[in-house]
T-cell receptor, first 114, second 112 residues
Framework: NAGVTQTPKFQVLKTGQSMTLQCAQD?????MYWYRQDPGMGLRLIYY???????DKGEVPNGYNVSRLNKREFSLRLESAAPSQTSVYFC?????????????FGDGTRLSIL | KQEVTQIPAALSVPEGENLVLNCSFT??????LQWFRQDPGKGLTSLLL?????REQTSGRLNASLDKSSGRSTLYIAASQPGDSATYLC???????????FGGGTRLMVKP
């Protein structure tokens, strides 16, 4: 019953360092998403991948890149981390990118940028 | 731009009470509305999904309603229990890719 698995669970970076957050799902879902959750701002979509081989920007894509490595894996990369990127990052997946499919979330990566 | 608001931001009730959480959204052109539960330090768990053509969905002690034209949804929790204590989030789906816009959540505490 793994569902959506995110690694690492916690990370501390220095400003300017780079890092890749990993996400994998074992539900054979087509669509995957990256969100960030900040106090007072709720969850906001960073990038999504409606299907293998496609990626699109969400509400807050600046400072991030993504790779849909295969159907199971969707990674989020911070090329030059900034303190404003301190947040909790959630990966999610759904059966399709079309409507009326619930999204399933991982437990999150808690990232601090010093 | 879609905006989703949840009121109240926090709620504390004694065990056994029936309660209602509110969610409102500004753009009625949605595909569906979803209610999630988030426990501290954890991810989100999907509770109910209401399609835009539906009026309500039920799961156990939970009942969610949707009035798309007025931009409102409610989550009704019957006979609340301490285990219901969590943050409840609503989100609306719009556009290609089933993208979700979230409300800020209601933090619920059910006291024994």
């Amino acid at each position: 019953n793994a569902g959506v698995t995110q690694t690492p669970k916690f990370q501390v970076l220095k400003t300017g360092q780079s890092m890749t957050l990993q996400c994998a799902q074992d539900m054979n879902h087509n669509s995957m998403y990256w969100y960030r959750q900040d106090p007072g701002m709720g969850l906001r979509l960073i990038y999504y991948s409606a299907s293998e081989g496609t990626t699109d920007k969400g509400e807050v894509p600046n400072g991030y890149n993504v790779s849909r490595l295969n159907k199971r894996e969707f990674s989020l990369r911070l090329e030059s981390a900034a303190p404003s990127q301190t947040s909790v990052y959630f990966c999610a997946s759904s059966a399709t990118g079309w409507v009326n499919q619930p999204q399933h979330f991982g437990d999150g990566t808690r990232l601090s940028i010093l | 731009k879609q905006e989703v608001t949840q009121i109240p931001a926090a709620l504390s009730v004694p065990e056994g009470e029936n309660l209602v959480l509110n969610c409102s959204f500004t753009d009625s052109a949605i595909y569906n509305l979803q209610w999630f539960r988030q426990d501290p330090g954890k991810g989100l768990t999907s509770l109910l999904l209401i399609q835009s053509s539906q009026r309500e969905q039920t799961s156990g002690r939970l009942n969610a309603s949707l009035d798309k034209s007025s931009g409102r949804s409610t989550l009704y929790i019957a006979a609340s229990q301490p285990g219901d204590s969590a943050t409840y989030l609503c989100a609306v789906s719009q556009g290609a890719g089933n993208m979700l816009t979230f409300g800020g959540g209601t933090r619920l505490m059910v006291k024994p």
